[in-house]
């Protein structure tokens, strides 16, 4: 997990309240005790109020926490969620996926995983891109380079998926701005994963700056 997972919570928070408008009080799962949670819900802060939305932030400390916290947040009067890049957060974007829905909130999350398990949606770096640049780092070692010769990359690709099947179910009409295609710099593709139930939206952008218009 590199430190763009974190840098990318403001744009997933504007991502998020640009398909879903209606967004007004955002839940932010985080951990108190994880260092970038602690410094990246001050830096979302200024995003929020850009934004003109409320952040609730809701603590865990282990996953049993999810259930209470959400359960909490959403009869607090929260309509949507930020989930927080963590190894727990990842580990279990299923449960997380579930709650959000049981609880009718508007959910984005680091981890593909999470949109392909029910969830609304995810924005993060490209899971089939890190293991190709994984892949040829793995080459030039076998191939007698030193590791410390390699340099250090960033993620490039970056992939916002929107399960459809996840917004009827909560009630939530995504906005054709994000959905539609043609806009300079992205890729587009909706339909049914192979081997999944949820239909999924798919736009593909390079480079951590990339801009909705």
Same mark, same amino acid.
Request: proline share 7%; net charge positive; hydrophobic share 45%.
């Given at each position: +997990?590199?430190?763009?997972? $974190?840098? @990318?919570?403001?744009?997933?928070?504007?991502?998020? !309240?640009?398909?879903?408008? +209606?967004?007004?009080?955002?839940?932010? @799962?985080?951990?108190?005790?994880?260092?970038?949670?602690?410094?990246?819900?001050?830096?979302?802060?200024?995003?929020?109020?850009?934004?003109?939305?409320?952040?609730?932030?809701?603590?865990?400390?282990?996953?049993?926490?999810?259930?209470?916290?959400?359960?909490?947040?959403? !009869?607090?009067?929260?309509? =949507?969620?930020?989930?927080?890049?963590?190894?727990?957060?990842?580990?279990?974007?299923? @449960?997380?996926? !579930?709650?959000?829905?049981?609880?009718?909130?508007?959910?984005?999350?680091? $981890? %593909?995983?999470?949109?392909?398990?029910?969830?609304?949606?995810?924005?993060?770096?490209?899971?089939?891109?890190?293991?190709?640049?994984?892949?040829?780092?793995?080459?030039?070692?076998?191939?007698?380079? !030193?590791?410390?010769?390699?340099?250090?990359?960033?993620?490039?690709? $970056?992939?916002?998926?929107?399960?459809?099947? =996840?917004?009827?179910?909560?009630? %939530?009409?995504?906005?054709?701005?994000?959905?539609?295609?043609? %806009?300079?710099?992205?890729?587009?593709?909706?339909?049914?994963?192979?081997?999944?139930?949820?239909?999924?939206?798919?736009?593909?952008? %390079?480079?951590?700056? =990339?801009?909705?218009?």
């Amino acid at each position: +997990m590199t430190n763009v997972s $974190f840098e @990318l919570d403001a744009k997933r928070l504007e991502l998020l !309240k640009e398909a879903v408008p +209606m967004a007004a009080n955002v839940a932010v @799962l985080m951990n108190p005790d994880f260092q970038p949670h602690a410094q990246q819900i001050k830096a979302l802060g200024v995003s929020a109020q850009a934004l003109r939305v409320k952040l609730s932030p809701v603590a865990f400390h282990e996953p049993n926490d999810f259930e209470s916290g959400l359960n909490a947040a959403h !009869k607090d009067g929260a309509d =949507a969620l930020l989930v927080m890049a963590h190894p727990v957060t990842f580990t279990y974007a299923g @449960l997380l996926a !579930k709650l959000a829905t049981l609880n009718q909130l508007s959910a984005i999350s680091p $981890f %593909r995983e999470f949109a392909e398990s029910g969830g609304l949606m995810t924005y993060g770096a490209s899971n089939l891109a890190l293991h190709r640049r994984a892949a040829y780092y793995i080459d030039k070692i076998l191939k007698g380079t !030193k590791p410390a010769d390699l340099p250090v990359e960033q993620p490039t690709k $970056f992939e916002l998926v929107i399960n459809l099947k =996840a917004a009827k179910q909560i009630g %939530r009409a995504i906005s054709p701005n994000v959905l539609a295609p043609g %806009r300079q710099g992205d890729q587009m593709r909706k339909q049914p994963r192979k081997r999944r139930t949820a239909q999924t939206a798919e736009v593909f952008r %390079r480079g951590p700056q =990339a801009r909705i218009k």
